[in-house]
């Protein structure tokens, strides 16, 4: 082998600690001389180019590639990997050990398998490369990883250790929706059990957990992403970050416990309770029963805090003034999975309907019933030909009184598409209405107007997208947005500008589970969103509404379950102009519901964007 | 069009090297780079689309660094040298793929591990040091070690399969 070179050393050296910390004026001196050299520069090159390969690990597969060069690892024993890493590493080892020794389904990959599954990972990466959107997996703090837990540990040795020994691995029951962002090597799927020591990242989507099978213990978790939890070595859940559900179930007879960032939560039989914990504070609400939250630090001035059914409390772990509590009414309105999806219901009636088409809607998609053989269709009770709605994937339908509504997303993805292209010209003016009901804080697609040209990489560009957000991890053109708002993009077809330059967002979270009114609108040169009957964003926008172009509900491709929207929608309705704020104002009413609050209204001197589209 | 799709992920490699793999700016540049590419396509001399590509993707990085005020590790003198070796790199860049996880396999067991630990755990090099009880300076040193060894490596392999 050829020896170090003392110079490349201490370029590679330099570089790595740039990854992590700020240089000083000499270190980039240095790293400036070295690389400015032949050798220094492709030394330089060589090490990031590794940089990208390693951090593209956790990203998407290739199965032909990953099976072959998982065919030539498996061959490497790993118990001469566990050796040695037993030797370096005490702490990242026990939780290693502990998984080995605990039972996994046999659609499991074996042991040694697993331990290659991140270089196979990295092989696949390769395809990544080609990819124009670029997901991103990366840590928001350091809470996502397995060592920042001992943040959680709580100095309770008696009950630990009984914990532990009673303790039965929590098992994954059910997910809606859900994107994971797994430190273990393959995706978490039902039934499998929770290792000891393992940290579950859950980007988007609900799971629920059941926790200590018939151990009097039964309980459910319901874990709303983005969070993280922990399956602690004493046999404790502990939430790292966002909120989660716990319910004890069954024939109950003892306490259920989880870890939060403030303290130890303890419920009491058959109690439900709602938990929130990131890096400043937690809350603890009971719904049921009862519950004791028994912060980290105890003393004298600071004691166990019991509250009943109907209680919450706040605990701000680090302020000025050390911890401090506020106590305040427990909602369940706070937490998406403890709503049923039945909540809120939507009665519509025909009187709804003809105050829509009082307003004459170019389409209209009531989703009350299907029409046609094969393929089925939904009616389009506007004025444009060519516009039924025809079906990809399995809707399921919901009813509501007389009102019937779609449910698409779950169990599978479904969507609707038009059968004919729309608008037959350039439109300046168009709107947009729908009701939506989101199942829960993800990214998905309510609506969006296509090219019907599919590009050669599979997808197809868009005129107009309407959409909820969540909190992303993933697509990092939205990273910088606030999390669970509603976005609306209008830009020309082919635009040079890239997408995030041309969407608005709503000043507002939307709200899981509940159903909302939304207007996407164009008029004259502005952009304008509104939700439930006010302007929640709007932006200067010039650019009119391609021809031609093919509508679409539930997700963003058509033959793609990409971006695929989970929840239910109702009385879809397009039109050719912009509906005035009366007209909107006076759908609302007309199924029965209120019109927001116009303090949540984006007055025009508070027009979040204001740059041209063009 | 049908040459941006032919080097588009070649071109999203040396952006990424020249970004040192700053997410965002990589993004960025590469949307960037897109669309002058389409408009300049007429200044295009018909010899090699990558290269010119290239050119203006590291401009167009260039230019993104003026707009921000982060410290810059390279100074733009560096950036034109690494540009160019970038550019070869990223032309191979799903065999050194293949290459580096050939070398990952063949590395120590030890030294595998620390590379785990570092992306695969995405531990952070102070963390590291805590676990094992060793300095930060000795894990950079340490990885400095292995990301060598792996460089020598993937050339040694892309060499014997020419």
């Not at chain 1, 696949?124 to 990883?145: H, T």
């Given at each position: 082998?050829?020896?170090?070179?003392?110079?490349?050393?201490?370029?590679?050296?330099?570089?790595?600690?740039?990854?992590?910390?700020?240089?000083?004026?000499?270190?980039?001196?240095?790293?400036?001389?070295?690389?400015?050299?032949?050798?220094?520069?492709?030394?330089?090159?060589?090490?990031?180019?590794?940089?990208?390969?390693?951090?593209?690990?956790?990203?998407?597969?290739?199965?032909?590639?990953?099976?072959?060069?998982?065919?030539?690892?498996?061959?490497?024993?790993?118990?001469?990997?566990?050796?040695?890493?037993?030797?370096?590493?005490?702490?990242?080892?026990?939780?290693?050990?502990?998984?080995?020794?605990?039972?996994?389904?046999?659609?499991?990959?074996?042991?040694?398998?697993?331990?290659?599954?991140?270089?196979?990972?990295?092989?696949?990466?390769?395809?990544?490369?080609?990819?124009?959107?670029?997901?991103?997996?990366?840590?928001?703090?350091?809470?996502?990883?397995?060592?920042?837990?001992?943040?959680?540990?709580?100095?309770?040795?008696?009950?630990?250790?009984?914990?532990?020994?009673?303790?039965?691995?929590?098992?994954?029951?059910?997910?809606?929706?859900?994107?994971?962002?797994?430190?273990?090597?393959?995706?978490?799927?039902?039934?499998?059990?929770?290792?000891?020591?393992?940290?579950?990242?859950?980007?988007?989507?609900?799971?629920?957990?059941?926790?200590?099978?018939?151990?009097?213990?039964?309980?459910?978790?319901?874990?709303?992403?983005?969070?993280?939890?922990?399956?602690?070595?004493?046999?404790?859940?502990?939430?790292?970050?966002?909120?989660?559900?716990?319910?004890?179930i069954g024939a109950n007879t003892e306490d259920?416990?989880?870890?939060?960032?403030?303290?130890?939560?303890?419920?009491?039989?058959?109690?439900?309770?709602?938990?929130?914990?990131?890096?400043?504070?937690?809350?603890?609400?009971?719904?049921?029963?009862?519950?004791?939250?028994?912060?980290?630090?105890?003393?004298?001035?600071?004691?166990?805090?019991?509250?009943?059914?109907?209680?919450?409390?706040?605990?701000?772990?680090?302020?000025?003034?050390?911890?401090?509590?506020?106590?305040?009414?427990?909602?369940?309105?706070?937490?998406?999975?403890?709503?049923?999806?039945?909540?809120?219901?939507?009665?519509?009636?025909?009187?709804?309907?003809?105050?829509?088409?009082?307003?004459?809607?170019?389409?209209?998609?009531?989703?009350?019933?299907?029409?046609?053989?094969?393929?089925?269709?939904?009616?389009?009770?506007?004025?444009?030909?060519?516009?039924?709605?025809?079906?990809?994937?399995?809707?399921?339908?919901?009813?509501?009184?007389?009102?019937?509504?779609?449910?698409?997303?779950?169990?599978?993805?479904?969507?609707?598409?038009?059968?004919?292209?729309?608008?037959?010209?350039?439109?300046?003016?168009?709107?947009?209405?729908?009701?939506?009901?989101?199942?829960?804080?993800?990214?998905?697609?309510?609506?969006?107007?296509?090219?019907?040209?599919?590009?050669?990489?599979?997808?197809?560009?868009?005129?107009?997208?309407?959409?909820?957000?969540?909190?992303?991890?993933?697509?990092?053109?939205?990273?910088?947005?606030?999390?669970?708002?509603?976005?609306?993009?209008?830009?020309?077809?082919?635009?040079?500008?890239?997408?995030?330059?041309?969407?608005?967002?709503?000043?507002?979270?939307?709200?899981?589970?509940?159903?909302?009114?939304?207007?996407?609108?164009?008029?004259?040169?502005?952009?304008?969103?509104?939700?439930?009957?006010?302007?929640?964003?709007?932006?200067?926008?010039?650019?009119?509404?391609?021809?031609?172009?093919?509508?679409?509900?539930?997700?963003?491709?058509?033959?793609?379950?990409?971006?695929?929207?989970?929840?239910?929608?109702?009385?879809?309705?397009?039109?050719?102009?912009?509906?005035?704020?009366?007209?909107?104002?006076?759908?609302?009413?007309?199924?029965?519901?209120?019109?927001?609050?116009?303090?949540?209204?984006?007055?025009?001197?508070?027009?979040?964007?204001?740059?041209?589209?063009? | 069009?049908?040459?941006?799709?032919?080097?588009?992920?070649?071109?999203?490699?040396?952006?990424?090297?020249?970004t040192m793999n700053r997410h965002n700016d990589?993004?960025?540049?590469?949307?960037?780079?897109?669309?002058?590419?389409?408009?300049?396509?007429?200044?295009?001399?018909?010899?090699?689309?990558?290269?010119?590509?290239?050119?203006?993707?590291?401009?167009?990085?260039?230019?993104?660094?003026?707009?921000?005020?982060?410290?810059?590790?390279?100074?733009?003198?560096?950036?034109?040298?690494?540009?160019?070796?970038?550019?070869?790199?990223?032309?191979?860049?799903?065999?050194?793929?293949?290459?580096?996880?050939?070398?990952?396999?063949?590395l120590p067991i030890a030294d595998r591990e620390?590379?785990?630990?570092?992306?695969?755990?995405?531990?952070?090099?102070?963390?590291?040091?805590?676990?094992?009880?060793?300095?930060?300076?000795?894990?950079?040193?340490?990885?400095?070690?292995?990301?060598?060894?792996?460089?020598?490596?993937?050339?040694?392999?892309?060499?014997?399969?020419?």
């Amino acid at each position: 082998m050829t020896p170090d070179n003392p110079n490349l050393s201490e370029l590679r050296g330099l570089i790595l600690k740039s990854q992590q910390e700020l240089l000083t004026k000499e270190d980039i001196r240095r790293v400036n001389e070295i690389a400015r050299t032949e050798a220094g520069s492709r030394e330089a090159v060589a090490l990031i180019d590794q940089f990208c390969a390693l951090s593209d690990h956790n990203s998407l597969e290739s199965p032909a590639i990953v099976k072959e060069v998982f065919e030539a690892l498996r061959e490497q024993p790993e118990s001469t990997a566990a050796g040695a890493a037993t030797a370096s590493a005490p702490h990242v080892e026990v939780a290693r050990k502990e998984r080995a020794a605990s039972h996994r389904p046999t659609t499991r990959n074996s042991g040694e398998n697993r331990h290659y599954a991140w270089l196979l990972a990295l092989v696949a990466s390769n395809i990544l490369v080609a990819s124009f959107a670029w997901s991103l997996a990366k840590s928001q703090s350091g809470f996502d990883r397995v060592a920042s837990s001992d943040l959680l540990q709580t100095n309770t040795p008696d009950r630990d250790s009984d914990a532990a020994s009673q303790s039965v691995a929590p098992q994954l029951v059910s997910m809606t929706a859900c994107v994971w962002r797994s430190t273990r090597e393959t995706t978490p799927t039902i039934g499998d059990p929770i290792d000891s020591g393992e940290v579950l990242n859950l980007v988007e989507g609900i799971a629920e957990l059941r926790l200590g099978e018939n151990t009097g213990r039964d309980a459910l978790v319901r874990i709303e992403g983005p969070a993280s939890v922990h399956n602690q070595s004493n046999g404790e859940l502990g939430l790292l970050r966002g909120s989660m559900t716990l319910k004890g179930i069954g024939a109950n007879t003892e306490d259920n416990s989880v870890s939060i960032a403030a303290g130890r939560v303890t419920i009491g039989p058959q109690s439900f309770v709602g938990l929130v914990s990131d890096d400043t504070s937690s809350e603890l609400h009971v719904f049921r029963g009862n519950a004791v939250l028994t912060p980290h630090d105890l003393n004298d001035e600071l004691h166990e805090i019991r509250l009943e059914e109907g209680e919450a409390v706040r605990v701000f772990q680090q302020t000025d003034e050390g911890i401090q509590l506020v106590r305040f009414d427990a909602s369940v309105g706070n937490f998406v999975s403890a709503r049923s999806p039945n909540f809120d219901p939507l009665n519509l009636d025909d009187e709804y309907a003809n105050t829509i088409q009082q307003s004459a809607p170019k389409v209209y998609w009531r989703f009350e019933q299907l029409k046609g053989d094969f393929p089925f269709y939904v009616e389009n009770e506007g004025t444009a030909e060519g516009m039924n709605a025809l079906i990809i994937g399995n809707p399921t339908w919901r009813q509501y009184g007389e009102n019937r509504v779609a449910e698409i997303g779950t169990p599978t993805a479904a969507a609707f598409h038009a059968e004919e292209q729309w608008p037959p010209s350039a439109l300046d003016e168009y709107s947009i209405e729908l009701w939506v009901k989101p199942q829960l804080y993800h990214h998905g697609e309510l609506l969006c107007l296509h090219d019907p040209l599919v590009l050669k990489d599979g997808r197809y560009q868009h005129t107009m997208m309407l959409e909820v957000t969540a909190k992303h991890y993933f697509t990092h053109r939205l990273s910088e947005s606030e999390p669970n708002r509603i976005r609306f993009v209008h830009r020309a077809l082919g635009e040079t500008q890239p997408i995030s330059a041309t969407n608005i967002f709503s000043e507002t979270t939307y709200e899981a589970r509940m159903w909302q009114h939304v207007v996407a609108q164009k008029k004259d040169n502005s952009q304008r969103l509104w939700l439930n009957g006010q302007i929640v964003a709007e932006r200067q926008n010039p650019v009119p509404l391609n021809a031609n172009v093919q509508l679409l509900v539930g997700r963003v491709y058509p033959d793609s379950e990409y971006r695929r929207f989970v929840g239910q929608i109702d009385e879809v309705a397009v039109y050719d102009r912009a509906i005035t704020k009366d007209e909107i104002q006076r759908h609302i009413e007309a199924a029965g519901r209120s019109v927001a609050d116009a303090s949540e209204s984006v007055s025009e001197d508070q027009t979040p964007e204001t740059t041209p589209a063009t | 069009m049908r040459l941006l799709a032919t080097h588009s992920s070649r071109l999203m490699s040396f952006i990424r090297i020249i970004t040192m793999n700053r997410h965002n700016d990589a993004e960025d540049v590469f949307q960037r780079t897109c669309i002058i590419l389409w408009q300049k396509f007429s200044d295009f001399d018909g010899e090699n689309f990558f290269a010119w590509a290239c050119g203006i993707a590291r401009y167009e990085m260039l230019k993104l660094r003026d707009s921000q005020k982060r410290v810059k590790v390279f100074d733009d003198e560096t950036i034109e040298y690494l540009s160019s070796d970038a550019c070869m790199v990223a032309q191979d860049v799903c065999d050194r793929r293949t290459a580096l996880s050939k070398c990952l396999s063949e590395l120590p067991i030890a030294d595998r591990e620390l590379i785990r630990r570092r992306y695969y755990d995405e531990l952070s090099v102070k963390e590291i040091a805590e676990h094992v009880g060793r300095s930060t300076y000795a894990i950079y040193r340490e990885l400095s070690r292995i990301h060598g060894s792996l460089s020598r490596c993937i050339e040694r392999t892309l060499a014997e399969e020419v």
